[in-house]
Nanobody, 117 residues
Framework: QVQFMESGGGLVQPGGSLSLSCVAS????????MGWFRQGPGKERELVAR???????DFAEFVKGRFTSSRDNAKTTLTLRMSNLQPEDTAKYYC???????????WGQGTPVTVSS
């Protein structure tokens, strides 16, 4: 079945950087539009980035200019590089196959990011 394993989260001070990874399995990754999502405390899950099969990415306005992404289709892996992190970026981050603005499959465990001084 389709599975996602996210990693790389942690505690970082405001203005800091982190790099997250997602390994996907059980799908034809190299043909699949993927998404990074996040869910902050008490908030609904939201789309952070749309990642095309060729690696082209489209980011939500609230992270544009601060986050970048890449994908390695041979390793079925996504990477999300986050810089100038702010407290409002505190959330659990997930990846999934993107359908519209939503994830299509069961969510992985996610990886938590906490931005705090």
């Amino acid at each position: 079945q389709v599975q996602f394993m996210e990693s790389g989260g942690g505690l970082v001070q405001p203005g800091g950087s982190l790099s997250l990874s997602c390994v996907a399995s059980g799908l034809s990754f190299k043909y699949t539009i993927m998404g990074w999502f996040r869910q902050g405390p008490g908030k609904e899950r939201e789309l952070v980035a749309r990642i095309e099969p060729d690696g082209t990415a489209d980011f939500a306005e609230f992270v544009k200019g601060r986050f970048t992404s890449s994908r390695d289709n041979a390793k079925t892996t996504l990477t999300l590089r986050m810089s100038n992190l702010q407290p409002e970026d505190t959330a659990k981050y997930y990846c999934n196959v993107l359908g519209g603005q939503r994830g299509l499959f069961a969510w992985g465990q996610g990886t938590p990011v906490t931005v705090s001084s």
